[in-house]
């Protein structure tokens, strides 16, 4: 991360957000986002701005270097480490693991919602993102249609209650009796288009009709994922 854009670049991929979010997570436009960039600059305010909100050091963020995150904020912890009094001091959530697969591909039928397992996640994190606790879900992604940006097995957290479409965001959604999970692009004419990253597969047109039907649903929308190399 040779640049200040790079390192803008890589808070925007990590946190899944866009200009315009980043721009008000610093409290300033768009276009002074995109000034960042292109100049290879940012003020040490807006950059203090940036790193409390999202948990990155400054000095990483204004002149790089090899330690990104907050040592004081963000240091890894080994949940299982922590004692009884640590799990539930309320700096950490767990958030269930649902036996529940969203087909990047075709499509997959739901199955039962069962929890296999919890991932604890810091209370901080849910609340910058104003996500409620009781509305966020982990489930597994399976197929290739979002590749490059989410691979197979890959598991994402689902904010169920954030089903307002914004374009060129991944959300979970039913069609019909399928759960997918897909970029959104609304249309002039109240129809929808689901995309995938893998130019393969070609978009899906959902219509106004199908919608009123109540044969498609958006579940929530994307806001955290992991991924694991082979």
């Given at each position: 991360m040779n640049s200040v854009s790079q390192r803008i670049q890589k808070i925007m991929n990590d946190h899944s957000i866009n200009k315009s979010e980043l721009a008000k997570i610093a409290c300033t436009t768009p276009q002074n986002v995109t000034n960042w960039e292109s100049r290879g600059s940012i003020s040490r305010k807006k950059a203090q701005l940036i790193a409390d909100k999202l948990g990155y050091n400054i000095n990483w963020l204004l002149y790089g270097g090899d330690e990104n995150l907050q040592e004081s904020k963000l240091n890894p912890v080994e949940w299982e480490s922590l004692s009884q009094e640590e799990q539930t001091n309320g700096k950490f959530v767990t958030i269930p693991v649902l036996d529940v697969e969203l087909s990047a591909g075709f499509g997959a039928c739901p199955s039962m919602e069962q929890k296999m397992y919890t991932l604890p996640f810091r209370t901080n994190t849910l609340k910058q993102r104003n996500i409620p606790i009781n509305m966020a879900k982990v489930v597994k992604v399976s197929g290739d249609s979002m590749e490059p940006r989410l691979f197979d097995?890959?598991?994402?957290?689902?904010?169920?209650?954030?089903?307002?479409?914004?374009?060129?965001?991944?959300?979970?959604?039913?069609?019909?009796?399928?759960?997918?999970?897909?970029v959104l692009i609304r249309n002039s004419d109240g129809s929808i288009i689901l995309r995938s990253f893998n130019p393969?597969?070609?978009?899906?047109?959902?219509?106004?009709?199908?919608?009123?039907?109540?044969?498609?649903?958006?579940?929530?929308?994307?806001?955290?994922?992991?991924?694991?190399?082979?």
């Open positions: 097995k890959d598991i994402i957290s689902i904010n169920m209650a954030d089903t307002r479409i914004r374009d060129g965001k991944i959300y979970a959604v039913r069609v019909y009796d399928l759960q997918k999970v897909k393969i597969y070609p978009d899906e047109i959902i219509s106004r009709a199908q919608i009123e039907n109540g044969d498609f649903q958006v579940l929530g929308r994307m806001w955290w994922h992991s991924s694991l190399d082979d």
